[in-house]
């Protein structure tokens, strides 16, 4: 009965030992490799949206892998098509453009990969969507822009075929009202702060007595204050979007009004949570709401880290 006992509690031991090296996550199941698809990683908020998502991966034992498109739509879908090859168990989506990764998604659909989209959407099925929500951010920038200024404003828009461009366009155009602001020119800057300086300048030109500048982003948003000058902050008031690091910074320094702050490393977690939940063939949250907030001097302290 001793060798017997002995047998078994050995036995046991080795299938305990080969249980801790398969693989197995903090999820408690084998590990799932995740594709995430990211627009660009040239811009700090997808750096902390890819964060949040690898910070999230760890946390279930999955395995992130990383694609950047470098905000080449095309290049793109033939990353999503990459990963369709390689077998991963879901694809996290943050396109180009809109509507241009409709290739992507059909990609995946035809692999019976469920498809994410974080921050844009998709033109095509996908099993959830994980955004902030853009119209309501816009709304709030025109908000701000009007507290600060009142006068001739411009508007800087990001990437066109990008749904987070068109959304915050949209919003900022219906809260123009709360304020005393007239939108005299508008410029098209792909959420480039290069192009943001570039496009301000000739605005500038155009047009000497603007009082505001709403950016559809930070990056952009710190290209005008670059083309501004000393005028940032005291003569012109610029209103970015994302909240970034340099943002805030901007804020803490007076050149830079309000910033509609996103949430990138919720977003990046959000989209995994959603993705290994889909991996598994549980229940997803179809739409997935990440608060907007509002950050200016006021407050700013409370958002640097």
């Known amino acids: 009965m001793k060798v017997t006992r002995r047998i078994a509690l050995t ?28 627009s660009t ?29 470098q905000n080449d739509a095309t290049n793109q879908v033939n990353q ?24 992507a998604a059909k990609a995946a659909e035809m692999a019976n990969i469920p498809l994410i989209s974080v921050d844009r959407s998709v033109e095509g099925k996908v099993a959830a969507e994980v955004a902030s929500n853009n119209v309501s951010g816009g709304s709030l920038a025109a908000i701000e822009l009007g507290r600060a200024t009142s006068g001739e404003v411009a508007h800087l828009k990001g990437i066109s075929g990008a749904s987070a461009s068109r ?13 005393n602001i007239k939108v005299v020119a ?12 570039n496009e301000t300048t000739n605005l500038l030109q155009g047009h000497p007595n603007l009082k505001g500048i709403f950016a559809e982003n930070d990056e952009m948003a710190l ?38 702050a996103q949430q990138p490393k919720l977003l990046g977690s959000k989209a995994v949570e959603q993705a290994v ?6 229940a997803v949250q179809q739409v997935v709401d990440v608060e907007v907030k509002v950050i200016t001097k006021q ?6 880290k």
Not at 17 to 38: H, K, N, R
């Open 167 to 179: 959304d915050r366009g949209q919003g900022f155009e219906q809260g123009l009202n709360s304020g």
């Open 41 to 69: 990683l040239n811009n700090p908020f997808f750096v902390e949206l890819q964060q949040g998502a690898q910070e999230m991966a760890n946390q279930l034992g999955a395995k992130l892998t990383v694609m950047d498109a």
């Open 223 to 260: 290209g005008a204050i670059k083309a501004l000058g000393a005028r940032a902050g005291k003569d012109v008031m610029v209103v970015g979007f994302d909240g970034t690091p340099d943002g805030l910074k901007a804020i803490q320094d007076g050149t830079l009004v309000a910033t509609i």
């Open 277 to 282: 939940k889909a991996a598994k063939g549980e």
């Open 11 to 38: 036995l046991g031991a080795a299938a305990l030992l080969a249980t801790g090296c398969s693989g197995t996550g903090a999820s408690g199941g084998s590990e799932i490799t995740i594709g995430l698809a990211v």
């Open 186 to 197: 508008t410029a098209v800057a792909d959420f480039d702060r290069a192009k943001g300086l």
């Open 299 to 304: 407050n700013v302290a409370e958002f640097v």
């Open 80 to 103: 999503v098509q990459t990963l369709v090859t390689q077998g991963v168990k879901a694809i996290i989506l943050n396109p180009v453009d809109s509507k241009q990764s409709a290739p």
